[in-house]
């Protein structure tokens, strides 16, 4: 069944050229990663807030501003709205976006959604991308769901349970002596040969429609009404970018008013080219050499977005910020034994780099701070506990 879509063009992100709809695109000529443009005059007068309402708790509930034409090519896992948890042991009103309740227990969940929709829509069969583990996981799920062929590719240092999803889930999976760009130029080597369809960060224009859905859920989830700040675990960015993006759409619709956010991409110390590039005010990133931390998820040294990333926390008074390793260990330890909120590594330096806001004062207590939570606790190692009791021993239970 055909719906209505909204979808004018697509438009370079450096250049501003215009693209077809309804075809299959990678970068635009510049080299730039392509955004969906979408005629907001008329999704003004097809959506309402009274229809959102009736409508199921799901990331198609913002279809009219979703680039999808038609039903039966929709990719779906069961993509429910995340939650909203509050910290109830901070100062302010500390709220967690937690991403790990989406399908294959990540946020990857939501692009991957609508790439491979888009992707059925437009007749791949075959995709590929480099990962970190978690978007690869969402791609073999998706794909396999969609009846697609995946080839993915990972840092030798993987998290085992991500490469054993991967696998799982049906894609064909290779370990690499290297970064996920490393990973990435792979997948650009054998795209000629293989005719696979290049889903990596950026790359193609619908990710970018399915990460926005966060920025469209919190705002409704918040009364139309957008926090004072949001502090996102930033790699590729895609996640930022597009919600960004959606602030502009749902402003444009008469949804919300001009107030933004304060948009905070959170880097790990061993692994900050957007920190680096924002305290330099320099507009694109260097590559950050010998990248490591434990938050695998934000090991990225390169970002082909890096200018949107940019952009996007200087448009909105916001900022870059680093946190250490210990720090994320810290508040990953902090949050679960005192909120009971099992955190990823990724979402613990997000709570990290809050704290340490608070700290030199560049936010205040009385803010109302979203943090991103982008994946289960569950899927990450985690430290083994050495207490054992003894059965056949006199145990002093007073003591346990």
Known sequence: MAQATFVTHLECSATGERYEPDRLHNLSRAGKPLLVRYGLDAVKHALTKDALVARPPELWRYRELLPMRRDENIVSLGEAMTPLVRLNREPGEVLVKDEGRLPTGSFKARGIALAVSMAKELGVTHAAMPTNGNAGAALAAYTSRAGMRATVFCPDDTPEV???????QGAQVYRVNGLIDDCGKLVARGRDSTGWFDMSTLKEPYRIEGKKTMGLELAEQLGWELPDVIFYPTGGGTGLIGMWKAFAELEAIGFIGAK???????????????????????????????????????????????????????DSDGYAIAVDDDS????????????????????????AAYRQSLRDGRIEPSDCVVLFNCANGLKYPLPPSEKHVDLNANIDFAKL
């Open 260 to 314: 933004r956010p304060r948009m905070v991409a959170v880097q790990a110390a061993g692994c900050a080219p957007m920190v680096r590039a924002f305290e330099e005010g320099e507009p694109h990133a260097r590559r950050w050499e010998n990248a490591y931390t434990i938050a695998s998820g934000i090991r990225v040294p390169a970002a082909i977005g890096d200018f949107l990333i940019l952009a996007a926390v200087r």
């Open 328 to 351: 994320i260990t810290a508040s990953l330890q902090e949050v679960a034994t005192q909120e009971g909120f099992l955190m990823c590594p990724e979402g613990a330096a997000t709570h």
């Open 162 to 168: 991500n490469v054993r999803e991967i696998a799982a």
